[in-house]
């Protein structure tokens, strides 16, 4: 009698486990900057669109009442009739409907009436992701004005 050894092949377990962990190591070392990336453009596209908001939010205020609210009253204005002077002379708000207080980042909107950049209007800022004046790519400033640098 002749016995007859049958041999298996394929992975193991613990190979197809190490093969995978390696591609995935692979994957998140190539796209994990690029994922990053898109991220800080979308918290930095967030924080232009909230200041554009509160600028039309504000640009009505400016019409019912005849000027912006002061960098005292904030935007809190926007919300909230402002009980500080100048007073407004025909609240008719909330001018939005959601408060924007802070920006993606969780750092407060810097309101500034008059505007040190628009001396007619005001300043509006986020000073992005390191919440420090300047900075670039994510850390860039997010203002309420045209930069003439730009």
Known sequence: MR????????????????VVVIVGVIA??????????????ALQTRAAE??????IALDRYAKDNG????????????????????LPINWLGPYIQIP??????GNPYIYIRPGVHDEYGYDLISFGSDGMEGGTGEAEDVVSWIRRDE
């Open 3 to 18: 016995k007859i050894y049958l041999r298996q092949s394929g992975l193991t377990l613990t190979q197809v486990l190490i």
């Open 28 to 41: 998140a070392v190539i796209l994990a900057p690029r994922l990053l990336g898109q991220a800080g453009r």
């Open 50 to 55: 909230d200041i554009e908001t509160l600028g």
């Open 67 to 86: 000027d912006y609210p002061s960098t005292e009253q904030g935007l809190k204005s926007l919300w909230e009739s402002p009980e500080e002077p100048p």
């Open 100 to 105: 924007i207080t802070h920006d993606p980042w």
